[in-house]
């Protein structure tokens, strides 16, 4: 059988394109701070945006940060943490965040009870949770009900389930709102949207 994927057709038109790093512009790794996006495909990514007048954006559950790390020299317009954060092509800033108190809260009640699951990891991106549990693949229910349980008692969270982790970010965040709003604005507005990502 062969698993060797046709090269797709070339795409003519007036377009705007988001990529996800984890998965599609860069190998899924071990530990989320073992990615790294080859070089190559940087330059692709910097010519496309050069040939479509900058409608090219990053969408990840990664922080802004990361992102901007991982694509340096580039800067993209971006929406890290599934939206929750995204920067547009003049660099503007647009930030949904949690209360402080809620936020520290959650903080000290998932790392309490992610002491009882060996191999699971928690991260904190100032407006949302990841519960890694990639090192731990058996651990995936009892990381599931542990973000379900949050996320029944706060009405202003909802779980993203991703690969081998588990999200709490604030509800009506997510990546489909992130490139509406993109849309929106230059240059992305009034070109067909195309979404490269892992399913």
């Not at 989320?32 to 070089?39: E, G, R, S």
């Not at 699971?120 to 651990?139: D, G, I, T, V």
Request: with cysteine; charged share 20%; proline share 7%.
């Amino acid at each position: 059988m062969d698993n060797q994927i046709s090269v797709p057709p070339a795409l003519t038109g007036n377009y705007a394109f988001f990529f996800d790093l984890d998965g599609t512009l860069a190998d899924i790794q071990p530990h989320p701070d073992q990615v790294v996006i080859p070089d190559s495909t940087l330059q692709a990514l910097n010519a496309l945006a050069q040939q479509q007048g900058g409608a090219v954006a990053l969408i990840s559950g990664r922080s802004m940060a990361e992102l901007d790390a991982l694509t340096h020299p580039w800067r993209l317009p971006l929406a890290g943490v599934h939206g929750a954060e995204r920067r547009d092509i003049n660099g503007k800033t647009y930030i949904v965040s949690l209360p402080t108190a809620l936020r520290d809260e959650i903080a000290a009640e998932l790392t309490s009870a992610l002491e009882a699951l060996p191999g699971c990891e928690l991260e904190s991106k100032e407006m949302a949770f990841a519960l890694h549990y990639r090192q731990a693949p058996q651990q995936q229910s009892a990381v599931l009900e542990l973000a379900q349980r949050i996320v029944q008692r706060y009405p202003l969270l909802a779980l993203q389930l991703g690969k081998c982790v588990v999200e709490i970010k604030p509800r009506g965040v997510n990546k489909g709102e992130a490139i509406t709003a993109f849309m929106q604005e230059a240059p992305f507005a009034g070109r067909e949207p195309v979404l490269s990502a892992m399913i």
